[in-house]
């Protein structure tokens, strides 16, 4: 498929071959939304902890005897039901990571990626021209580029100049190639991609690694 490339003065400069396997092919919605679960789960920390009733310190004794004073049964006084006591069913450190196979993350990078490019939410620039850091230049390239008020910018490598010149623009985020990933793009209205950006993606999710066939088994 031909995407159409701009400068920082958002005129279009020429028209570039994209991987029809990376940026054309049919969104696999119910994968998009399992990875972006599974991603969002991840970052959750799983740190909350509590202690039961076995955990908690204190006598095990029996505060009163059973029967004789009219009064309900108790136990120790490290019951659930007792201020200071343990918590019955309280919640405990564990992970919530959700694996996925290999094939799925990189069918929702590709998904997303095509769903970005037929709806137009995808445009491609040939580079930012910034020697230094410059807020103003990164503001006007934007305005330029028509992306809107939320954009993610990808670029082929770490930039600092394209990084600093960004970071005190609201809902504008920088990101490699090599770190793109489902919750970013979703996170963010378009998708603001440098030509180098689109050939190391190809790279990372076109190819047989689209297929996610080994080249030994294409050939045979």
């Not at 969104?27 to 969002?40: C, F, I, M, S, W």
């Not at 909350?48 to 309900?72: D, I």
Request: no cysteine; aromatic share 2%.
């Amino acid at each position: 498929m031909k995407l159409q490339v701009i400068d920082a003065a958002g005129q279009s400069v020429e028209a570039i071959d994209a991987d029809d396997a990376v940026f054309g092919i049919e969104p696999n919605e119910p994968v998009v939304h399992q990875t972006l679960l599974a991603q969002l789960a991840a970052r959750r920390s799983g740190s909350a902890n509590t202690k039961s009733r076995g955990e908690v310190r204190g006598s095990t004794r029996k505060l009163r005897r059973q029967k004789g004073l009219g009064m309900a049964r108790v136990g120790s006084a490290n019951s659930p039901i007792r201020r200071g006591g343990g918590v019955a069913f309280g919640p405990k450190q564990r992970s919530y990571v959700q694996k996925l196979p290999k094939r799925m993350r990189r069918l929702a990078i590709r998904s997303v990626l095509s769903s970005r490019a037929s709806d137009g939410r995808l445009k491609v620039i040939s580079d930012f021209g910034l020697d230094q850091p410059s807020t103003s230049n990164m503001a006007a390239a934007l305005q330029a580029a028509e992306s809107g008020r939320s954009v993610l910018i990808v670029t082929a490598e770490s930039d600092a100049n394209v990084r600093q010149s960004a970071r005190n623009l609201p809902g504008i985020d920088v990101l490699p190639a090599d770190t793109l990933n489902v919750a970013d793009m979703l996170g963010h209205g378009s998708l603001l991609v440098t030509v180098d950006a689109v050939r190391r993606i190809e790279a990372l999710w076109g190819g047989e690694r689209a297929s996610g066939r080994p080249r030994a088994a294409v050939e045979a």
